[in-house]
């Protein structure tokens, strides 16, 4: 599919207000300076590891204006920064995660990026590929067992992860039992190194949907809003009884897989540049000006602040010290037995 800009297509707002539109436009700027922020703090020799969602904001930031907080199950993948901020997850909680801090939901005792939250609905999940989709998926049967209605499973996960046995079965079961769950596939094209074309024959995951028996879309995931509108229209069938979808958002990974990975040994300069041609964030940036929901002075503003944020988060969770060594059983073991005795 063809990338299309939002700009080109003007102002479909799907029902969002400006409010909305807004907070969707400082979730993405949210990502792109906690992403910077990352990566500085691991060249700065202050973090080990930091992952960035630089090509994924518009999806993540769309989605997750689609999710009904308080009612809604998020099992989100590490690249989700933009979902966990958008559901409720402060800049200060990515930064203790970030700098494996005491105060951190896991205690500062689980990699970076993998963002947990009883509170927000976001379900703690694992470094193995697709290992969380089999528990999200038992979440949503979970739902539909008790007889709830009104609340739906988003689960999220990237292209290659969609080779993994896991995401085949728990499609499949999930068509099978017509659960409340929503599929979210956020395909950037790569997998680490591994190209698209050496993950699967077919490139359209959108289209297994059928094979399974449940609805499938495509969509232009450098489009917020239309994220939004696909996401929210997808969870809303979960939500009223109407079983599972399989939804594909478009987008690329602009960044290296991460900050241990150098991706210019697999890929040019030239293929991402070409790619960043359709950067969501000035793109939607001009969409909200053009449209009016924002002047120059608005937008601005907007930066500042999120660079104030960002800024105060960081110093802030840098203060908080580390877990203690004593700690390291902690909520693994009952009482106060230690391994080694
Ligand atoms: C079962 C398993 N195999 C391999 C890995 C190593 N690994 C971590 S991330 C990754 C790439 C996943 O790509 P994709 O699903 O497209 O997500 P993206 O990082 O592109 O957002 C791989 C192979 C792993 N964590 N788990
Ligand atoms: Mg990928």
Request: net charge negative; aromatic share 8%.
């Amino acid at each position: 599919m063809a990338k299309t800009d939002t700009k080109a297509k003007g102002l479909d707002r799907h029902g969002l207000t400006d409010e909305q539109l807004r907070q969707i436009f400082r979730n993405m700027l949210l990502q792109r300076q906690l992403d910077n922020r990352g990566f500085q703090l691991n060249r700065q020799g202050k973090v080990p590891f930091a992952l960035g969602s630089e090509g994924h904001e518009a999806l993540q930031a769309g989605a997750a204006m689609a999710f009904n907080r308080g009612k809604d199950i998020l099992a989100p993948y590490y690249r989700d920064l933009g979902l966990a901020l958008g559901i409720g997850l402060t800049p200060y909680e990515i930064m203790l995660s970030i700098f494996a801090r005491v105060d951190d939901h896991n205690g500062g005792r689980q990699f970076p990026n993998h963002y947990s939250s009883k509170a927000a609905g976001l379900m703690s999940f694992s470094s193995i590929l697709a290992a969380h989709i089999p528990h999200a998926v038992g979440a949503a049967y979970a739902q539909k067992y008790r007889g709830e209605t009104g609340r739906a499973v988003l689960v999220t996960c990237g292209d290659g992860t969609t080779s993994e046995g896991e995401w085949h079965e728990s499609m499949n079961f999930a068509a099978i039992h017509k659960l409340p769950l929503v599929m979210l596939v956020e395909n950037n094209e790569w997998a680490i190194s591994t190209p698209l074309s050496k993950q699967m024959a077919n490139p359209e995951i959108w289209k297994r949907a059928e094979g399974y028996g449940m609805p499938g879309k495509r969509f232009n995931g450098f489009d917020p809003i239309e994220t939004y509108a696909n996401v929210k229209e997808a969870l809303d069938r979960a939500r009223t009884g109407g079983g599972p979808t399989l939804l594909e958002g478009m987008c690329y990974r602009f960044l290296a897989h991460s900050t241990d990975d150098n991706d210019m040994t697999y890929r040019t300069k030239e293929i991402v540049a070409e790619a960043r041609k359709h950067d969501p964030v000035p793109n939607f940036q001009a969409v909200l000006v053009d449209s009016g929901v924002m002047s120059d002075a608005d937008v601005d503003a907007m930066k500042k602040d999120v660079l104030r944020e960002t800024n105060e988060a960081t110093d802030k969770a840098e203060a908080v010290p580390y877990p203690q060594a004593s700690d390291l059983y902690t909520n693994l073991y009952e009482g106060a037995w230690q391994p080694w005795q």
